[in-house]
C-alpha cells in the first residue's frame, strides 16, 4: 500500500516562511512525479507545484512563482515544498500526490494534509 503523508504545516506571520515535507512509504515513488496541492477554506483543492521524478523539471501555479520551491529527495523519498513571503490567501490545507498529465493533474488517493495558516 502506498501512502503519502504530508508535514509541517503551522501558523505564520504574513511575510513568514515555512517548510512542508511529503514522506512517502510503502511503494516508493521513485518514478512518480509528484505535486503539491491546496484546499483553501470554500474553495476547490488547486494545484500549487510538481517536480518531475528527478526533481529536475519543476512547474508552479502562477500564485506560487517567485515565492515557493518544490523540491525532492530521492535517497529519503521525500518531497518538500519551502515558501517564504506568505500571505494570507495562501492559508489552506496542503497536500501533495502523485502528479500525470501535463504536471499538474493528481493521480491517487488524498493523505490527510497539512493545514497552513497564514495571519497576524
Known amino acids: 500500500q502506498r501512502q503519502l503523508v504530508e508535514s509541517g504545516g503551522g501558523v505564520v506571520q504574513p511575510g513568514g516562511s515555512l517548510k512542508l515535507s511529503c514522506a512517502a512509504s510503502?511503494?516508493?515513488?521513485?518514478?512518480?512525479?509528484l505535486g503539491w496541492f491546496r484546499r483553501a477554506p470554500g474553495k476547490e483543492r488547486e494545484f500549487v507545484a510538481s517536480?518531475?521524478?528527478?526533481?529536475?523539471?519543476?512547474y508552479y501555479a502562477d500564485s506560487a512563482k517567485g515565492r515557493f520551491t518544490i523540491s525532492r529527495d530521492l535517497t529519503t523519498n521525500t518531497l518538500y515544498l519551502q515558501m517564504h513571503d506568505l500571505k494570507p490567501e495562501d492559508t489552506a490545507v496542503y497536500y501533495c500526490?502523485?502528479?500525470?498529465?501535463?504536471?499538474?493533474?493528481?493521480?491517487?488517493?488524498w493523505g490527510q494534509g497539512t493545514q497552513v495558516t497564514v495571519s497576524s
Open positions: 500526490n502523485v502528479v500525470v498529465g501535463d504536471f499538474t493533474q493528481p493521480f491517487g488517493s
Open positions: 510503502g511503494r516508493a515513488f521513485s518514478r512518480d512525479a
Open positions: 517536480a518531475s521524478w528527478t526533481g529536475g523539471v519543476t
